[in-house]
């Protein structure tokens, strides 16, 4: 997959992300509709590669009217990502030249890469993570109907550790998949299920949508860099 | 479950909330203010929307955290609202 390649499918699975966050705010008080039907029609032109750059100038203007208007991100991580993308996108399109174009595409591929290794590394230094008591909270804390079915799991502790640990080393090794296309795809396989699970479980929808998001950006990373 | 992968804006509303309650615990950047303004409307919505029952004129909300503390599970209480007039209604 070549960069124009990359950034083209980029471009229309943001734009998907970003009308299925925005589809959930039209039921909400006008303030909200102002902001984020602009926010579908700019989505929709960015899909259809109409005036890409001007597009995502326009998207980045509504992003941070909707960011002063929730005084900071409506989703947390998902919205952050969300962001980070359409920043990445945008600089690489006003990119003065192919090298600085592929600097800020590049960019995201290893935000992307940091957000699992980072993410693994606050486990694995957070003795409830290490014990396998984490993810037994949220089990046994949640207030998402699906996992209130699923309170039984807070009850196996030895399951849970186990399931702690897989996702402490899958995150922590992630950035070992770079070295071969074969293994990225089968760990981003792996990441895209996880990102499922949760959105299935706890309500997580946007955080799916959005990490995929962010593949092709790996995916071209990956066919170019590495040897 | 399908539909709720590609539209499900109370659980996404439930987050917010979540996070106006530790940004108004934290009052991160004096965004206090905010968020207990964002609060007090979706509980507002609710009771005219009838979701939340509420008979009464006035409105007061109150943040409880719950945590572990070795083996024990804790309930703190960490915030009370100021008590506002019930605009009932006004948020729907």
């Known amino acids: 997959m070549n960069i124009d390649e990359a950034m083209r499918l980029t471009e229309i699975m943001l734009g998907l992300a970003f009308i299925q966050q925005s589809v959930e705010h039209l039921h909400r008080p006008n303030d909200e509709k102002i902001l984020f039907i602009p926010r579908i029609i700019l989505s929709l032109l960015l899909i259809i590669g109409f005036q890409v750059a001007w597009v995502l100038i326009a998207l980045v203007g509504v992003s941070l009217m909707i960011l002063k208007r929730f005084s900071g991100p409506y989703n947390g991580g998902s919205d ?3 962001l980070l993308i359409l920043v ?23 935000q992307l890469i940091l957000s699992y290794l980072i993410s693994g590394w606050v486990k694995i230094v957070n003795p409830a993570w290490r014990s396998g008591r984490a993810l037994q909270d949220v089990f046994a804390f ?8 699923l309170r039984g799991f807070a009850e196996q502790p030895k399951l849970l550790f186990v399931m702690s640990w897989c996702v402490i080393a899958f995150e922590l090794l992630f950035p070992l998949a770079l070295l071969n296309t074969n293994i990225l795809v089968v760990a981003l396989i792996i990441a895209a299920t996880f990102h499922l699970a949760n959105a299935f479980l706890f309500g997580l929808n946007r955080f799916f949508w959005i990490w995929l998001t962010a593949y092709p950006s790996i995916i071209w990373f990956q066919g170019n860099y590495i040897p | 479950m399908i539909k709720r992968m ?7 509303e439930a987050l917010f909330i979540a996070s106006c309650a530790e940004r108004l615990i934290k009052d991160e950047m004096g965004y206090g203010t905010h968020s207990t303004n964002e609060i007090i409307m979706r509980i507002e919505r609710d009771i005219a929307d009838g979701v939340m029952i509420g008979a009464g004129q006035y409105l ?7 945590s572990r503390e070795d083996d024990r599970i804790v309930k703190h209480v960490l915030h009370l609202s100021d008590i506002i007039e019930l605009k009932r209604g006004a948020a729907s």
């Open chain 1, 80 to 82: 952050r990502m969300g």
């Open chain 1, 88 to 110: 990445c996108l945008t600089l690489a399109h006003l990119a003065p030249s192919h090298l600085w174009q592929e600097i800020a595409f590049g960019y995201l591929a290893m």
């Open chain 1, 142 to 149: 949640t207030t998402y109907p699906v996992s209130e079915n």
């Open chain 2, 6 to 12: 590609v539209y499900n804006p109370w659980r996404n």
């Open chain 2, 60 to 66: 007061q909300f109150r943040l409880a955290f719950i």
